[in-house]
Nanobody
């Protein structure tokens, strides 16, 4: 199992980023997948979950701004992040819930 995140970077408040998580060694659509994040000096927190049947769950502070999705043909998980705020600054990880696999993370910094 391998998860490789990409798409992070520096963005101004109000901007957008799309994170990608390329998976190998398993089929993304067959597992519950999550995006989690860890801000400096804070605990790891869940951002969004995508269930196998397509149901999605979002943390309260990202609802209406973030969208989780997957591309079955590319075996890739995405997180579209709009209206970004400085509080969204963190390292973002994609995770396969079963087995608690996680990638190396991608840094998102929201700052003017």
């Amino acid at each position: 199992v391998q998860l490789v995140e990409s798409g992070g970077g520096l963005v101004q408040p109000g901007g957008s980023l799309r994170l990608s998580c390329a998976a190998s060694g398993f089929t993304v659509k067959d597992y519950v997948m999550k995006w989690v994040r860890q801000a400096p000096d804070k605990e790891l927190e869940g951002v969004s979950t995508l269930y196998t049947q397509g149901e999605t769950i979002y943390a309260d502070d990202v609802k209406g701004r973030f969208t989780i999705s997957r591309d079955n043909a590319k075996n890739t998980l995405y997180l579209q992040m709009n209206s970004l705020k400085p509080d969204d600054t963190a390292v973002y990880y994609c995770s396969r819930v079963t087995g608690n696999y996680r990638g190396q993370g991608t840094q998102v910094t929201v700052s003017s």
